[in-house]
């Protein structure tokens, strides 16, 4: 049985459901990011107020601290952090780009060289989905080669046919089963497989055929928001998500901004996520409707407006711009808090608004409204 049930389109956009052990996810959705068993700055019940329905964790860095096998002797990911709902881990493949000076690759996998402690850390797809099911994901992802934007030609080949090889080894890897399931959902760990190809449509094209030809839960793409325009992106976003299989989630991987997401979903896919909320909140930034605003700047010491009026998150609720200014200059912890709530709270509403709106069949309107409204002073 399928994981995944259309419910409505409009135009390319698509609404559903993803079943998973843990509970049904509403898709389009936006997953924060969880790399090390935490969303950073906050707390499992903050996620769980802001109505995320579905987290990311990562398997390099899960597996270098405390280690999978740490976590599964404590019940698996989600005792551990205490996250009631459904979790989808990456396989480390990002890592392949993100670490390419600490690792190499062979056709088996790939070598790293801790970047906490330099010692070796051997990534298989064998060992890749042994970790994620240690883990107790609900939804694993296929170990990739991911290259840059502008790799030659002939890396971008080499890790496409290395990461049709790789998956293949991966559906055949032992399965992890995770107990009964939630209601409606399945009991078993779900398996998504990753297509590649760099900018180029004709082997993305090349590779999603023979991706999808495999026996995956879900398919996403990724190899894209590694160097390249963010216009190119969208070009290939554009031409390859709408011939992704319709029966099964589509997952665009580590994109990206507002406009980003809005892009993504009218062509057509369904799951996103990125570190873009959390860590620009550190940094001051702020997003809201029409762009984002920088909380260190002077003029913000002396305005008491919330950071969007409008926003019923905790941070806009109850404090003004002029406090945050004060806790960012001051460094205090409770800004870090505080900034990602409401980031966090302005991308998970975008895409609940977007769900609505392609339900209604009136998604290019709301696209349109967000991506026009007047940027903040």
Not at 155 to 173: D, G, H, K, S, Y
Not at 198 to 214: K, N
Not at 278 to 287: E, H
Request: hydrophobic share 40%; net charge neutral; with cysteine.
């Amino acid at each position: 049985m399928s994981c995944f049930q259309l419910e409505a389109t409009d135009g390319l956009a698509r609404a559903g459901v993803l079943a998973t052990a843990h509970g049904p996810v509403q898709t389009p959705v936006f997953m924060p990011v969880g790399t090390q068993a935490t969303v950073k700055a906050l707390s499992s019940a903050d996620v769980t107020a802001l109505g995320a329905e579905i987290i990311l964790g990562n398997t390099y860095h899960l597996a270098l601290r405390p280690g999978a096998e740490a976590v599964a002797a404590r019940g698996g990911l989600h005792r551990f952090m205490a996250w009631p709902r459904a979790i989808l881990t990456d396989s480390g493949g990002f890592q392949v780009f993100s670490l390419r000076e600490r690792r190499s690759v062979d056709e088996d996998g790939v070598t790293f060289r801790s970047h906490l402690d330099g010692a070796v850390e051997r990534l298989t797809p064998e060992r890749a989905m042994e970790i994620q099911a240690l883990l107790g994901s609900d939804i694993a992802m296929a170990f990739d080669e991911c290259p840059p934007a502008d790799a030659p030609e002939s890396e971008i080949v080499t890790a496409m046919e290395r990461t049709t090889r790789w998956a293949r080894r991966c559906l055949a890897a032992p399965a992890a089963h995770l107990g009964g399931g939630a209601v409606g959902g399945h009991g078993r760990q779900l398996r998504f497989g990753i297509v590649q190809g760099g900018l180029d449509h004709g082997r993305r094209r090349a590779h999603l055929a023979e991706i999808a030809a495999l026996p995956f839960d879900g398919f996403a793409l990724g190899g894209l928001s590694v160097g390249e325009a963010p216009s190119v992106m969208h070009e290939v976003v554009g031409a390859i998500a709408p011939e992704m299989p319709a029966g099964a989630p589509r997952y665009l991987m580590g994109v990206g901004t507002p406009a980003d997401l809005l892009a993504g979903i009218g062509s057509g896919i369904d799951m996103f996520d990125c570190v873009m909320p959390t860590r620009n909140a550190r940094n001051g930034q702020l997003f809201v409707t029409g762009g984002k605003l920088n909380i260190g700047n002077a003029r913000f010491r002396t305005d008491d407006g919330p950071v969007e009026p409008g926003c019923s998150c905790e941070c806009c609720a109850s404090y003004g711009r002029a406090y945050l200014s004060h806790l960012f200059h001051a460094k205090e912890l409770l800004y870090y808090r505080l900034a990602s709530i409401h980031n966090l709270r302005h991308y998970l509403d975008l895409v609940r608004g977007a769900r609505a709106a392609i339900r209604e069949g009136r998604f290019a309107a709301y696209r349109r409204a967000y991506e026009q409204a007047s940027p903040p002073d």
